[in-house]
């Protein structure tokens, strides 16, 4: 089945550090999305981008739709110790498709 | 709204028991799913329904695992006989038009020994 390849698997920083992550797929989806994890708690969906090239923000949060539409990119600008968690993508091919989820990125934040 | 409900929370279970997972989805969503997340294989998805209707059971691992979704207010998940390999936390996530952002419940932790 469709897979999603989403690296790194696991990132240390410090507090006000810029973050980046990425997810890449070996076929083409219609829809990215990316959701955010706590501990505890399901993933909450963070931004949504439904067009090739689309360049979406979310406050300090800013995703990519790749014009491939093979891959999709998540960027976190001056991180905050609350931005710890476990970042998804997620990707569908059709409103009638559900979605396949990445393995996530596990984020930690040193204050 | 008070978003997609799951009970319960946490189950602790022994080898052999039937164990049930209830889930009470957003009013208004049509769409309907399963996951189960562990560490070494991410969310998978288990089964999804459209309008009450299964649409696609292929994830579900085993007959042990049946899911059932009576009307649009309410959806099990039922294993039996568990198994200490289904230990996981399990999820059920709605949506509107399917694709569009998955609300997702918060989940239920199950320890089978």
């Known amino acids: 089945g469709q897979q999603l390849n989403q690296s790194p698997q696991s990132m240390f920083i410090q507090e006000g550090e810029d973050v980046s992550m990425n997810c890449t797929s070996s076929s083409i989806f219609n829809t990215w999305l990316w959701y955010k994890q706590e501990p505890g708690e399901g993933p909450v969906l963070l931004i949504a981008l439904y067009k090739a090239g689309e360049l979406t923000s979310n406050g300090r949060l800013t995703a990519q739709f790749g014009i491939t539409r093979k891959d999709s990119f998540l960027n976190i600008s001056a991180s905050i110790p609350s931005d710890v968690g476990i970042y998804f993508c997620a990707g569908s091919v059709s409103g009638n498709t559900p979605l396949v989820f990445g393995k996530g990125t596990r984020l930690s934040v040193i204050a | 709204d008070a978003g997609v409900i799951q009970s319960p929370r946490h189950e602790v279970t022994e080898m052999g028991q039937e164990v049930t997972l209830r889930c009470k989805p957003i009013s208004g969503h049509n769409s309907l799913f399963w996951y189960r997340q562990t560490m070494m294989r991410g969310l998978e998805l288990l089964i999804y329904f459209n309008n009450n209707v299964p649409i696609d059971d292929s994830g579900m691992p085993e007959d042990r695992f049946s899911a059932k979704m009576p009307n649009a207010s309410f959806s099990t998940l039922k294993i039996q006989p568990s198994e200490p390999r289904d230990s996981a936390v399990y999820f059920c996530?709605?949506?509107?038009?399917?694709?569009?952002?998955?609300?997702f419940g918060s989940g239920t932790r199950l320890t089978v020994v």
């Open positions: 996530a709605s949506s509107f038009s399917g694709a569009d952002g998955y609300t």
